[in-house]
């Protein structure tokens, strides 16, 4: 476990600010169900654990519905990829939006600057090492841009890696020979693997599936999930030393009249001891790399110059 400072950037696929209504599965009686996720336009959020919310432009300046592969190499990178590209791309990233993570991944960015250690804490599958073609990510190639080793199931049953789905429900589903995790058990090991990096990334797409498929039940379902898995997450993180960024690429989930992504602002969530100063930095989904890359740069210059 270092004690140096550090970031948890924990990655919601299709989570957007939506308003009220019954299209919405987080407009529920009982909203400290879905705290700290239930954020709606033109209402002051209801807090959690001191955490910031943010409204942040997803649609960086470019015509059209924001799309999962722009919006996630933007994130990953800090460069308005709808606009280096002139729209926003869905799906996986094509060969610019590629070399634009090969160029400017924040684990590359932060691997120079040496920060170390950084993670990618999703677990992958052996599908994923063994078969061709296969369809690349954008986190995928910001870890591979960083020469990062991937995370595997191995490490998940040894409570070192955890899936995109955290309950493992998934992997049973497909054969995989884990136990299932409840969200205590799940954030347990991401509070520990978060623990013991400068820079850990978590991602959850769950909810950009569910939102497609516009299934009201499910949604509501998963979303309570998903909420009590932060809560229990950020209980068990030291907040006086890691700073949480939770953010999405795009909306989807908190509109199901539609099958589309919206054109909500997404909900960038601070927590810890530097979350005014990220939060104060964010506007647009290209602020995120670069005020977590100034974070621990800065700390790691300011150590650097106490050894000297």
């Given amino acids: 476990m270092t004690s140096e400072s550090s970031v948890l950037l924990f990655f919601i696929d299709g989570l957007g600010i939506g308003t009220r209504g019954p299209q919405n599965p987080l407009d529920n009686l009982d909203a400290s169900i879905y705290l700290p996720l239930a954020v709606f336009q033109g209402e002051a ?18 015509e059209g519905r924001p799309q999962s592969a722009s919006g996630q190499t933007t994130i990953l990178t800090g460069v308005n990829a709808p606009q280096a ?19 400017h991944s924040i684990f590359k960015q932060l691997r120079t600057a040496g920060v170390e250690p950084i993670t990618f804490a999703n677990a992958y599958t052996s599908w994923f090492f063994n078969e061709r073609p296969r369809w690349i990510s954008a986190t995928t190639a910001a870890v591979e841009a960083a020469a990062l080793s991937f995370r595997t199931i191995a490490d998940l049953k040894n409570g ?25 058990e799940a954030a347990n090991v991401l509070a520990r693997v978060t623990a013991e990096h400068r820079f850990t990334l978590y991602e959850y797409f769950i909810t950009d599936k569910v939102g497609h498929a516009q ?21 068990k993180v030291d907040l006086e030393r890691t ?11 908190e509109d199901l009249s539609s099958r589309n992504h919206t054109l909500h602002a997404v909900p960038t969530i601070v927590w810890g001891a530097q979350r005014e100063r990220i939060a104060a930095r964010v506007q647009t989904l290209a602020d995120i790399t670069p005020a977590i890359v100034a974070l621990l740069t800065e700390k790691q210059s300011t150590n650097e110059l106490s050894t000297n």
């Fill in 215 to 235: 299934d009201m039940p499910l949604a509501k379902k998963v979303l309570s999930s998903l909420a009590l898995f932060i809560r229990e997450l950020l209980q």
């Fill in 85 to 103: 590209i002139g729209y926003h791309k869905q799906g996986f990233p094509n060969k610019a939006l590629l070399e634009i993570i090969e160029s």
């Fill in 45 to 62: 959020p209801a807090s959690f654990l001191d955490g910031i919310v943010v409204p942040t432009d997803a649609s960086l300046g470019v």
């Fill in 160 to 184: 070192a890696a955890i899936f995109m789905d955290y309950s493992n429900r998934n992997l049973i589903e497909r054969g995989e020979d884990v136990e299932e995790r409840t969200e205590s």
């Fill in 243 to 253: 700073t949480v960024i939770l953010t999405s690429d795009h909306g989807n989930i």
